[in-house]
Each structure stands twice: as structure tokens, then as C-alpha cells.
């Protein structure tokens, strides 16, 4: 009997112990590469503001998040032999804006030497491919030089999928530039963001964990 469970019993003890491999394994995926990652402008930009200013604060359903993720880089890594691709291939840009050099990271799913492929894992599967997801395809191909991607969409639980393919479109990626711009103006002077994403306010029983803070700024 190891000393936890000869304190807390061995039923209590192997429940705190799937616990703390959820909370391991979330915290290893989660790593922060550079100070501005492409995921922090394509969903809600100040959501991104916040959680660099207050910490992360998720209320999502680790298990739900947890699960996700493992199928996506099972499913990824099986696809990456298959498409003779790599998988999780992780670049940084350098943009300069107000007169600072900012690093925006960004890592796709799938490089093949003709395209970059993005896999999302969801319970419904879309009819039309998301904006935010189009906007991180989008800035993938300029990233790695790309002219055209797929967005899949993995159904969770039957494995139904959705594709499509998506060719450079420069307004969608002037909408990017003008969410950097935003954001790094955020970060140099402490206003939020103007660029939200009001639909992930609230996702079902959820609300986002800055809603009270964020309905109070201007
Ligand atoms: S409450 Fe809505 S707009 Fe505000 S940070 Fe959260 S998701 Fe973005």
C-alpha cells in the first residue's frame, strides 16, 4: 500500500490519481511557446488578453478536453504516415508593430510538401467549416508557405467527418492582421482588446470565465 492510500484509502486514491493524470496531460498540451500563439486571435482575442494578464482559467470539462485530445493525436499521427505528412510542426513569425518586433507562434496539424491540413475533433460535425478555424488554416498557409489547406472535422463519437478545402482568401488574413494589431495594442497599453467573439460567451451551461469582468470594460 503506497503512503496516500494508506492515508486517504486505496478507492479514493486511484480517483485522485485519474485526476492527476487529466491534470498532467492537459498541462503538458497546454505550453505557451511564444508571448502571442495564432489560437489567441482566431477565437475571442480578448478572451486571449485576459488569460494573459489574469492566468488561464478553464471551466470547461477536463475529461471532455482530455479526450479530445488524445483521439486527435492518435487519429494525427496515423494520418501524418498515411499523407506522408508531418504532424505538429510548430513555426514562429516576427511581425513589426508599433515599433516592437512581436513573435507569433503558430503550430498546424499537418504539413505535407503540398498543403497544411487542420483536424478538429467535435460532437456535431458543421455544415459550413468555422470562421475562427478558417482564420487558423489561413494564417498556417502564409506561416508555412502553403497555398492551400483542409479543415476536417472528426465526428467524436461515430466518426462521421466533414472536409474542406481552403485556398488563400487575402481579406481573411487582413482580418488576422487586424487582430494582431489589435491584441499587441492591448498588451502595450493595458486596454482590451476590441475584437471578441460574443459566441463563445456562453457554450451551453458554460460562461466564459471572465464574462462579469469583460461586460463591465468599455
Ligand atoms: S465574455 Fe465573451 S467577449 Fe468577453 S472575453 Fe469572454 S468570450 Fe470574449
Not at 494508506?6 to 492537459?26: C, H, N, T
Not at 489567441?40 to 488561464?56: H, I, N, Q, T
Not at 467549416?129 to 508555412?144: D, T
Not at 467524436?156 to 491584441?183: C, P, S, T, V
Request: aromatic share 14%.
Amino acid at each position: 500500500m503506497s503512503e496516500i492510500e494508506s492515508v486517504i484509502g486505496e478507492e479514493q486514491a486511484i480517483d485522485m490519481a485519474i485526476d492527476s493524470a487529466i491534470y498532467d496531460f492537459l498541462a503538458k498540451k497546454h505550453k505557451i511557446y511564444a508571448e502571442i500563439q495564432v489560437t489567441d486571435l482566431v477565437y475571442c482575442p480578448r478572451k486571449a488578453y485576459f488569460e494573459k494578464k489574469y492566468g488561464k482559467q478553464n471551466n470547461n470539462s477536463s475529461w471532455g478536453l482530455f479526450v479530445g485530445i488524445l483521439l486527435h493525436d492518435v487519429l494525427l499521427e496515423a494520418m501524418a504516415e498515411y499523407l506522408d505528412g508531418e504532424a505538429e510542426v510548430l513555426t514562429v513569425e516576427v511581425f513589426e508593430i508599433h515599433g516592437k518586433l512581436w513573435k507569433v507562434f503558430g503550430m498546424c496539424d499537418l504539413l505535407t510538401p503540398n498543403y497544411i491540413l487542420e483536424l478538429k475533433t467535435t460532437s456535431y460535425l458543421p455544415e459550413q467549416p468555422k470562421l475562427s478555424h478558417l482564420m487558423q488554416l489561413e494564417a498556417y498557409l502564409r506561416f508555412f508557405d502553403r497555398d492551400y489547406g483542409y479543415l476536417v472535422y472528426v465526428e467524436r463519437h461515430y466518426g462521421k467527418r466533414a472536409i474542406f478545402k481552403h485556398y488563400r482568401d487575402e481579406a481573411l488574413y487582413n482580418e488576422f492582421l487586424d487582430r494582431l494589431y489589435d491584441f499587441t495594442h492591448a498588451l502595450v497599453t493595458d486596454i482590451p482588446p476590441s475584437h471578441i467573439d460574443q459566441s463563445l460567451c456562453k457554450l451551453g451551461k458554460h460562461k466564459c470565465p471572465f464574462y462579469s469582468y469583460c461586460h463591465s470594460q468599455p
